[in-house]
């Protein structure tokens, strides 16, 4: 099922969104400002945000330009009044995938929908991951550090690649047990932590003030880079 993040603040367009979603089998969350929009994309896994440009707060503009620097690759449609064509193209260039003007045919809408959902599908992760000078080859299944394998255990390579298909988004420990572990698995959250320890070893400069794996408090942690 494909989470869909609605970031509309006018109550009806929201209402009417977030039914007809639901019906056709999305799972949808509701943002009515851009600034609860970027709490809710960086801390959970969205598979596509419906982003409408004129917002209280922050606006859409604002909000697309800081979850593509934040490194989240999600699709991004924009729901704009707008019909200028530079307005367009602004939203285009700050790294949203398509847009439909309002009003707007539900239609046409569920159909740019499905095209993006199946446009980012494919390619879950790059078969070379890079960060600073390492990279991580799943082909190979090693990390290098400028040309030169890194020795990781089986579950730590888990955890790195389920950070790097993530970077920017907040993954609690439950949700690193079931990526790097598996569903049901028990696995302690201290065992979690212990792991997050020795991957900062290998791969930060600094291990004590971390560049990469960075703890958000009360909610897990998050890849930045």
């Known amino acids: 099922m494909s989470r869909i993040l609605i970031v509309e603040d006018e109550p009806a367009i929201a209402f009417g969104l977030d039914a007809d979603l639901s019906a056709e089998g999305y799972e949808v969350e509701v943002a009515a400002d851009g600034d609860t929009a970027l709490v809710l994309a960086r801390a959970r896994a969205f598979d596509l945000i419906l982003l409408d440009v004129m917002l209280p707060g922050k606006d859409g503009f604002e909000v697309c330009r800081e979850l593509r620097r934040s490194g989240l690759q999600m699709p991004i449609l924009f729901l704009t ?24 045919s539900p239609m046409e809408l569920r159909a740019r929908i499905r095209a993006l959902l199946r446009r980012g599908s494919p390619a879950e992760s790059p078969e070379i991951a890079r960060f600073g000078d390492l990279e991580l080859d799943h082909t190979r299944g090693e990390l290098r ?10 579950t730590e390579f888990k955890i790195l690649s389920a950070f790097l298909k993530n970077r920017g988004r907040v993954l609690s420990r439950d949700r690193l047990i079931d990526l790097a572990w598996g569903p ?11 792991y997050i320890v020795s991957l900062r070893k290998k791969l930060e400069s600094t291990p004590g ?11 897990g942690y998050r890849f930045d880079g």
Do not use: M, S, W
Request: hydrophobic share 35%.
């Open 209 to 219: 003030a971390p560049q990469y794996l960075v703890n958000v408090r009360g909610q």
């Open 184 to 194: 049901g698995t028990f696995v302690t959250e201290r065992v979690v932590d212990n």
């Open 145 to 154: 550090r400028a040309g030169r394998p890194v020795d990781l255990t089986p």
């Open 81 to 104: 009044a707008r019909g200028q064509v530079t307005e367009k193209a602004i939203g285009l260039d700050l790294g949203a995938d398509d847009y439909v003007t309002k009003p707007f």
